[in-house]
């Protein structure tokens, strides 16, 4: 077992998983003093960070790391005209991130965000959870009662169909926060003190057919799997809203996962967020999309993929092309986010050709 | 606060929680021993103990508890030719407790089921935490991560329709096991020394449209809003399946819990599950509830109610037609199965005529 030793007195394999298939992807607007709490755990992987904000600002980051850094100019630099789909003065900019990725996996967390402590007072090494969540099915067609089967000490129990223990793929591992919770403008007016104290000790899939809020904070996935659909849509600079960046991706991702059969995970591990934000900047930001929910989630509840579509940008596609016809109703910013998925797709197809031949699956590339 | 003051030294109140309003419903073959453990939490309830097997041995129940006991004999006398419904040699017996209850809610739990301790040590008490999942609503439409939003330090997260925090009825609150897991006689064999360690301090919601394994152990319902459909089939003697009971009801209870937009909890509370049952007696059960389990919930999962199933028992109703004429060709049981489950209905408005009133809605009755 050469090579995953562990190092006496320490908790991190002196190998870490995936070490060269993963990419930690962080957007940032300061200097990235937030990495010395995860050095241990963070600097055996390579780092992508997205600078969004005014690019001539200099970005400090610890020393020790791996990483490569983008700010605005290399966007446009690198995605010319197509850049428009990248949004600006807002965190949605990671998702440049994962498109530049050429790692299998993607772990992505805000800067804000620190080492959590477990019930027994040990540091989470909320990547490796994490990546376990990845590496293991999910059971998105039927519900195990004691939360995830594949978990140590855990198993289906008395009822669940044998044909289904099997699972499905994992595309999407959501950890979740300890302190601050993630709470929209409304809930952190009326419950300024409220603080997550509560850990539980769960993994668990969310069931086909069911949408959830899914977070950009402390979030992985399987590029290869699902990469193409976690687009973080048009949010911050010249939109009329923000803070819906993570929810946008997270609806699209599951109604393409369910189309797919692959799994979502949410619930371990979580990590320590540091701080609210201003709930008064955060409400101008989400008054539009307060509304818009409403309309937007039975939209997503309702969406139904055609069998053709067999690849994620297939799929990513087909719901721009719904989401330009039915929300486009609603207000024009939707025509516009539309086009930007498309966009978003044409983009990252262009950074992964490999990608787009498998994607696209017709003779000629194929036959390459 | 008079009747409402803790005694001093004690975290059980004067006055429990819907002291009135809730029957304890055990099913047993033996001595209910097991009922000293839980006095502190139960003696203050009416219980309702179905015995199970021969109706000439006395069952000793513990002194100071208020009960009333049905064996074979008084279910035959109760129900006349209906009780051709209630199961006989099997805990499926206990729904007939369910019937003759006379309160708005039930807890059931089974007669080697002990007080489990919460990670803190202190005693669990299980019914009030069934109490509280019952009396706050669930959330079927949109899955909140941080699990129940109507606990204490919870709510929902920034992204959850506000049109739906005001959630639904919660119908079902179904608790889970420490120690013995309730696996099935497969994973019994594989597994003999597995056990239930992990506490999960959490009560979520099953989503709509997702079934799961419900479990009879340790559960409590609203019996005003779902009692019709806790019916346990046809199970044990002179039937060729057993330990489906649970399961049974727990597919009905959901597609019809979907249907009239009510809540599914599961999570807390914990029970200790003292003895795991013989997984070669149960292997005999279950075997072929194995195979018929893999048509049984497709089946379940493409169910459709009609719009004019506006009450449990029209829905029950409707759900044995759809069995009979698709289950009853797997085999001639599930016909069996489809008339007692219109037997069962049919004993259910006998026993509880205020109910059928409700439930027929014609105007007649309702202009009494």
């Not at 998702?95 to 540091?123: E, L």
């Not at 899914?214 to 290869?224: E, T």
């Amino acid at each position: 077992m050469a090579g995953t030793v562990t190092v006496p007195g320490s908790s991190v394999p002196s190998t870490p998983l995936l070490k060269d298939e993963l990419d930690i992807v962080i957007p940032t607007i300061r200097n990235l003093d937030f990495l010395e709490m995860w050095r241990p755990f963070f600097q055996p992987y390579h780092l992508i960070i997205v600078q969004d904000g005014d690019p001539s600002k200099v970005i400090k980051v610890p020393e020790g790391f791996d990483y490569e850094l983008y700010n605005r100019n290399d966007i446009n630099r690198i995605l010319g005209p197509k850049a428009s789909c990248i949004s600006f003065k807002d965190s949605a900019c990671r998702c440049f991130g994962y498109m530049v990725s050429k790692k299998k996996y993607v772990f992505t967390i805000d800067d804000d965000c620190f080492v959590a402590k477990d019930p027994s007072g040990k540091d989470i090494n909320a990547l490796e959870q994490h990546i376990k969540n990845l590496l293991s099915p999910s059971t998105p067609f039927f519900f195990n009662t004691l939360y995830d089967p594949y978990r140590e000490g855990a198993d289906f129990v008395r009822g669940y169909p044998f044909s289904l223990r099997e699972g499905a793929p994992t595309a999407v591992s959501h950890g979740l926060w300890l302190n601050i919770p993630d709470y929209d403008a409304p809930t952190q007016m009326v419950k300024p003190r409220e603080r997550n104290t509560r850990y539980v000790d769960a993994v668990l899939t969310i069931p086909k057919g069911t949408l959830f809020p899914m977070c950009g904070m402390n979030l992985a996935f399987d590029r290869q799997l699902i990469g193409p659909a976690m687009y973080f849509g048009l949010m911050g600079d010249g939109q009329p809203i923000g803070r819906y960046d993570d929810m946008w991706a997270g609806w699209c991702v599951k109604v393409i996962c369910d189309h797919l059969s692959l799994g979502v995970k949410t619930g371990l591990p979580y990590l320590w967020h540091s701080k609210a934000s201003n709930p008064f900047v955060n409400l101008k930001k989400e008054y539009k999309g307060i509304f818009w929910q409403e309309d937007i989630i039975p939209f997503f509840q309702n969406a139904t993929l055609p069998k053709e579509c067999d690849t994620v940008q297939k799929c990513y596609i087909s719901l721009s092309e719904q989401v330009k016809e039915k929300l486009g109703k609603i207000d024009p910013y939707f025509v516009k986010l539309a086009d930007a998925m498309v966009t978003w797709i044409e983009a990252w197809d262009e950074l992964n050709p490999s990608d787009a031949v498998v994607a696209s699956g017709n003779g000629k590339a194929a036959a390459k």
